[in-house]
């Protein structure tokens, strides 16, 4: 069982908008901890995709934003496209477990 | 552009100690404030994060695999390592080594932005 919880799975048609959850604790997403998004396209490593709850690394397309609110951070993708269709996972600072921890993934698809 | 690169054994006997090595490449893994980790993920299963080591040696490791785990540096080679003893069949895995920035920005930042492509490692006899 993950320290963070995410949904296993969502969908949405093209161009639809898609959040994902994640809900963390008082140990990990909260107050000044931040939390990451990972996209992993199927065989592929994992990819930076949002970091400090709501940064884009350059190459990222704007359609993906994240937030944070209280124990809790979001992912949204706008604009769904079909490339989109992927695992997502969240991660965080646990400053109990003195580590990262992760979500336990969401999977994407694209109807 | 940094490159990150495992390579080690696809299969390893029960009870002995897996050894992987990340070789760094488009920079010096000496320099800068980065942290150096190791990720795993199970077939069909989520990231689970090993742990880690700073350009200064020191190491952060997940407490469940603590006592199993060593990470090492090697800066003469840009490498850095990871060993795990007493292995059984719920270390196989995909093994991945990742670059990440970790600090305080006026907000706690720990993320990973270069990965390596992973690599698979059976345990089995």
């Known amino acids: 069982q993950s320290v963070l919880t995410q949904p296993p799975s969502a969908s949405g048609t093209p161009g639809q908008r898609v959040t994902i959850s994640c809900s963390g604790s008082?140990?990990?997403?909260?107050?000044?901890?931040?939390a990451n998004w990972y996209q992993q396209l199927p065989g592929t490593a994992p990819k930076l995709l949002i970091y400090s709850n709501n940064q884009r690394p350059s190459g990222v397309p704007d359609r993906f934003s994240g937030s944070k609110s209280g124990t809790s951070a979001s992912l949204a993708i706008s604009g769904l496209q079909s490339e989109d269709e992927a695992d997502y996972y969240c991660a965080a600072w646990d400053d109990s477990l003195n580590g990262v921890v992760f979500g336990g993934g969401t999977k994407l698809t694209v109807l | 552009q940094v490159q990150l690169q495992e390579s080690g054994p696809g299969l390893v006997k029960p009870s002995q100690t897996l050894s992987l090595t990340c070789s760094v490449s488009?920079?010096?893994?000496?320099?800068?404030?980065?942290?150096w980790s190791w990720i795993r993920q199970p077939a069909g299963k989520g990231l689970e994060w090993i742990g880690r080591?700073?350009?200064?040696?020191?190491?952060n490791y997940n407490p469940s695999l603590k006592s199993r785990i060593t990470i090492s540096l090697d800066t003469s080679k840009n490498h850095f390592s990871l060993k795990l003893t007493s292995v059984t069949a719920a270390d196989t895995a995909v093994y991945y080594c990742a670059r990440c920035t970790s600090g305080y920005y006026g907000v706690w930042v720990d993320f990973c932005d270069y990965w390596g492509q992973g690599t698979l490692v059976t345990v089995s006899s």
């Open positions: 008082s140990s990990n997403i909260v107050g000044t901890n931040t």
């Open positions: 080591i700073y350009t200064s040696g020191s190491t």
């Open positions: 488009g920079g010096s893994i000496s320099s800068g404030t980065y942290f």
